[in-house]
């Protein structure tokens, strides 16, 4: 009796802790400018920045901030153009982590 | 004791859960040796809030910091900052970018092409006027 009840127990934990949603808030993408080169002319650059929250108790969100520097910092003396900048959060249980993704064209 | 208590209480009611709303990122430049920034945000209690014209403030404020180039790689967030059970929160924008200066030969060609383009529209309203 008490085992069937931890491994139940067992089971709904597995299931809340593990990150089963996700969902996306912003896509945004920009334009080609200023030199509106092919795409196969650059090359493509990408940074990611995470923040876990648990039950939404953060006081900042300079991981925005992170994701921007290391995307600069990945063509440092080039133009990054089209850049995507994607906002999304992935679900767990009572916490969450929010992520921000850039991706853009660098060209020297 | 008292004291204590004040700054329990005091450390609740200050204390802020921050979230993005929006984040934007313009084209980045290769010259990045300026960089202009700015921050506008606004105290809004129980929801009360009539007009959004902070926002209008931050792009001023970035005209100024850079009167004769052109504002380029900017990161634009929009995050809201709630504090005690979310009767009061702050709407806060920030925006960090270059200022990159316009080349003398770009500015006179972008007019000259203005100048083209709006005898074009002149041209076009007139075609239409005249169907």
Redesign the interface.
């Given at each position: 009796m008490l085992r069937a009840f931890a491994l139940r127990c067992a089971f709904i934990f597995a299931l809340f802790s593990t990150g089963c949603t996700h969902s996306i808030?912003?896509a945004?993408v920009?334009?080609?400018?200023?030199t509106y080169k092919e795409y196969s002319k650059g090359e493509l650059v990408k940074a990611k920045s995470e923040q876990f929250a648990v039950m939404?108790?953060?006081?900042?969100?300079n991981y925005?901030?992170n994701a921007?520097k290391k995307?600069?910092a990945s063509?440092p003396?080039?133009?990054?153009?089209?850049?995507t900048?994607q906002?999304s959060t992935s679900h767990g249980f009572l916490s969450w982590t929010?992520i921000?993704e850039?991706q853009?064209l660098c060209i020297r | 004791m008292r004291s204590l208590f004040l700054l329990l209480i005091g450390s609740i009611l200050l204390a802020s859960c921050a979230s993005i709303n929006s984040v934007s990122l313009t084209p980045i430049p290769a010259n990045r040796k300026t960089q202009v920034r700015t921050e506008k945000s606004k105290i809004i209690l129980l929801g009360f809030n009539f007009d959004n014209d902070f926002v209008d403030e931050a792009v001023s404020d970035l005209t100024r910091q850079c009167p004769n180039g052109q504002v380029t790689g900017l990161l634009t967030k929009d995050e809201n900052i709630n504090y005690f059970l979310y009767f009061v929160w702050k709407k806060q924008i920030t925006a960090t970018g270059f200022c990159v200066p316009v080349a003398a030969s770009t500015t006179s060609t972008k007019t000259k092409s203005r100048k083209a383009a709006s005898n074009e529209g002149t041209h076009n309203s007139i075609s239409e006027s005249e169907l």
């Open positions: 808030h912003i945004n920009s334009d080609f400018a200023p939404g108790f953060v006081t900042e969100t925005v901030d921007y995307l600069m063509c003396n080039g133009t990054i153009q089209g850049i900048t906002y929010n921000i850039m853009g | -």
